[in-house]
């Protein structure tokens, strides 16, 4: 079993805390709490699922005296200090909270002294021995199923990632204020808290023109706001009318001006916006080539999920955005010291884990 000690229990945090308790290869030995009253309570009462044994702690020092095999991250937004006093005691990390590639963190989060995080977490890491990785489900697993769909491709001229969903579930008031949701749709400072807020998608297109072998020249950012037709309350976020209500915009890698790289994003906070979008409750994969490909990657709740609550549906979304983290673990484990993308681990890092039924018999 490899020892995990978790970081935060949000949204994805609590799902994950849920997970590792049925997954075959993951022991969680710890869990770290930022909110004083969470530390000291049972990791799995604060996850809702009764009393597991771990205990809830506030201080990188006992992190590191539970001696696990790696950390895994899951707050909303990093904690460089905390990663390199992990790393370079030799724990690996993996993490869900904004880094892919590092392209977006090096450009817009700059020490005072001047260094990048990049520098921070890679001499960290070849201190302790250790490896750094990070990933989600978008951006993340979803640039490597479309990297997958080229497989097949002789010529390709373009390549397009699009998330098309209904965000209405994931409960962070935060992120979307962040993002200039909920703000008169004419603010002038909305296009720019949308592009701030989104900014590691475009390491999702570093990490497709990476896979692809190909330089780009830039990564660009445009956008369309749709407003709210009438004020809507969601329970938990109000969207008056005239407001940000749902968003289009992409992040488009350019060689020589020619797009060739693209994440673009269909994001709908509630259907009552104008203009509003056909958003598709799925990701898809276009490919301009020869042969073109056009893929679907559809996510359905496991038969006779009970969604009397909105919580129960908003933890699909938490679930798919955590256990590409979960599951790429023993990769990373095995990886050598650094930081490590998506297109540096092997295929065995993107397969789930059967049912434990699955494995009777093997001894």
């Known amino acids: ?123 960290a890491c070849e201190r ?27 010529d390709i001229e373009n390549v397009t990632c699009l998330e098309s969903v209904d965000v209405s579930c994931h409960h962070s008031a935060d992120t979307w204020a962040n993002c200039g949701f909920g703000r008169p749709v004419d603010d002038p400072e909305v296009p720019r808290l949308l592009e701030l807020g989104t900014r590691v998608f475009g390491d999702g297109v570093h990490l497709m023109a990476d896979c692809f072998g190909i330089e780009l020249d830039e990564v660009t950012f445009d956008y369309q706001l749709g407003a709210c037709t009438k004020d809507v309350d969601l329970g938990w976020y109000v969207l008056p009318e005239g407001s940000v209500g749902g968003a289009a915009f992409q992040y488009v890698g350019r060689v020589a001006g020619v797009p060739r790289v693209e994440l673009h994003l269909e994001w709908q906070m509630t259907p009552l916006t104008e203009p509003k979008w056909d958003v598709q409750g799925c990701y898809v994969t276009r490919i301009q080539g020869d042969p073109v490909i056009h893929s679907k990657h559809l996510i359905l709740p496991k038969p006779g999920t009970d969604f009397s609550s909105v919580e129960a549906f908003a933890a699909i979304g938490m679930t798919v955005t955590g256990m590409p983290a979960l599951n790429a673990i023993p990769a990373v484990v095995a990886a050598p010291p650094g930081i490590v993308t998506s297109a540096d681990l092997p295929l065995r890092a993107f397969g789930g884990r059967f049912v434990e039924a699955a494995y009777a018999g093997r001894g």
């Open 1 to 123: 079993m490899i020892r995990v000690f978790q970081v935060a229990t949000g949204n994805v945090g609590t799902e994950m805390v849920k997970r590792l308790q049925t997954h075959r290869e993951l022991e969680l030995v710890g869990l770290h709490c930022y909110s004083p009253e969470k530390i000291g309570r049972d990791a799995g009462e604060i996850a809702g699922i009764g009393p597991i044994g771990v205990r809830g702690t506030g201080t990188v020092e006992e992190i590191l005296a539970a001696e696990p095999d790696v950390l895994t991250f899951h707050g909303v937004w990093p904690d460089v200090d905390l990663y390199v006093r992990v790393l370079e005691a030799g724990i690996d990390v993996v993490t869900t909270a904004d880094w892919i590639t590092g392209h977006h963190r090096d450009a817009n989060h700059r020490r005072p002294d001047g260094a990048t995080e990049t520098e921070l977490i890679a001499a």
């Open 128 to 154: 302790g021995g250790s490896t750094f990785y990070g990933t989600g489900m978008n951006p993340g697993l979803a640039q490597i199923l479309t990297t997958v769909h080229s497989a097949d491709v002789a």
